[in-house]
């Protein structure tokens, strides 16, 4: 699975959530189906994360690249690091995350 190309179309016809902040509310709401975060996150948010993921049983996914990599791949002007994935829309995004904890 190309990652890059699950992203794009991600954003393209599912809907996703932008931004560190708004992306842990919506994990800890239960409304995201997915985070993904960049390699050069900050640990504390990384760790965060992945706590709230464990406790929620959601996949996270750690893109292979930089937070200006993943906002390019998402098509946006500015950096990305952590995005929700609320609907995958038509990609297979889901299937390639990890469950940490279980």
């Known amino acids: 699975m190309d ?3 699950e992203i794009k179309r991600t954003v393209d016809t599912g809907k996703v ?3 560190t902040n708004k992306s842990i509310n919506a994990l800890k709401t ?6 993904i ?3 050069n ?3 504390n948010i990384k760790d ?3 706590y709230y993921s464990k406790i929620a049983s959601v ?3 750690e893109f292979g690249g930089t937070s200006l990599e993943l906002g390019t ?4 002007p500015f950096l990305v690091s952590v995005m929700a994935v609320m609907s995958p829309g038509e990609s297979n995004i889901l299937s390639g995350g990890k469950v940490y904890g279980n």
């Open 41 to 43: 996150c900050p640990k």
């Open 59 to 61: 996949p996270v996914l």
């Open 3 to 5: 990652i890059n190309r």
């Open 73 to 76: 791949v998402c098509g946006k």
């Open 48 to 50: 965060d994360i992945l």
């Open 30 to 35: 239960g409304n995201a189906k997915m985070l």
């Open 17 to 19: 959530i932008l931004g």
């Open 37 to 39: 975060f960049t390699q």
